[in-house]
């Protein structure tokens, strides 16, 4: 079964090569993941996040500070919210995970006021998808199409909830 994922992979990725030049930018995030299900069919993209409330994002940043505070750290790009976080967890490494979001949340109120992004998925514009399947050279290329095609990836090998890739559009 998995030579013959292989296989297929490698089959379709070897066909999609000379149509990537003519394709045009998709018009959303949603269309981007399904022309990147349609050129990778073997590798089982599916979407696992999407579009969030504020709640929710510092329930999954709160989520991941307390499971791995370095690896929250790497994931999210230095910005005085994200040191914000961090000083809070750092000084009540006792409060809950409910306190935490709390705390959270009204630390992204008070960056968005101030104009920061905090994620894309608050405005719609990102999806988190499982981890592709396939050898690191098949990844990379899924990536590089991912890139071609106007979006960023992030690879979150160590999230709480799973490993899974961040796409921004």
Known sequence: MLGQIKDSFVRYEDKTVTSHQTQTRPANIDQLILTIQREYPAA???ITGR??????QAELMAQR???N????????????H???MDQWFTQNRRATAAQTSVEFERIIQRARARGA???NHLSDTARDISWPIGT?????AIEARIQALGATVIREPNAAG????????
Do not use: K, M
Not at 162 to 168: A, L, N
């Open 44 to 46: 089982g993209i599916r």
């Open 51 to 56: 579009a969030r409330t504020i709640r929710r």
């Open 65 to 67: 500070i307390r499971a």
């Open 69 to 80: 505070r370095q690896e929250f750290l790497n994931t999210y790009r230095a910005a005085p």
């Open 82 to 84: 994200i040191t914000e």
């Open 117 to 119: 992004i905090i994620s």
């Open 136 to 140: 690191n050279q098949q990844l990379d």
């Open 162 to 169: 799973g490993r899974h890739w961040h796409v921004d559009w």
